[in-house]
């Protein structure tokens, strides 16, 4: 059974940083492409970034591109997502998610495993 855990969330001031974790188990993140998402109150829920399995390419969306980075390490099996230059629209619950699909990273459809999701709070 697969299973993803996030951690890492909370609350910051805008212009400060968080690092999120999400940690996988049943399922080598190495093998599969892994994406962030995030829902803000009232919102659909957005593509935030995405890192496939073999050449490590990322994906990012034009509204964190330049502050945010994706990244993995196989032998923890764990994905993370820096978050620099934070801002309040940032506010939203981030999903980490693995996708055995080779394309579309984009679509939260795409994706066959979600976690719980961690609360980002970034106030003005």
């Known amino acids: 059974q697969v299973q993803l855990v996030e951690s890492g969330g909370g609350f910051v001031q805008a212009g400060g940083s968080l690092r999120l974790s999400c940690a996988a188990s049943?399922?080598?993140?190495?093998?599969?492409?892994m994406g962030w998402f995030r829902q803000a109150p009232g919102k659909e829920r957005e593509f935030v970034a995405a890192i496939t399995w073999s050449a490590g390419n990322t994906y990012y969306a034009d509204s964190v591109k330049g502050r945010f980075t994706i990244s993995r390490d196989n032998g923890k099996n764990t994905v993370y997502l820096q978050m620099n230059s934070l801002k309040p629209a940032d506010t939203a619950v981030y999903y980490c998610?693995?996708?055995?699909?080779?394309?579309?990273?984009?679509?939260?459809?795409?994706?066959?495993?979600w976690g719980q999701g961690t609360q980002v709070t970034v106030s003005s």
């Open positions: 049943g399922r080598r993140i190495s093998d599969y492409a």
């Open positions: 998610a693995t996708s055995s699909r080779t394309y579309g990273f984009f679509a939260g459809s795409r994706y066959d495993y």
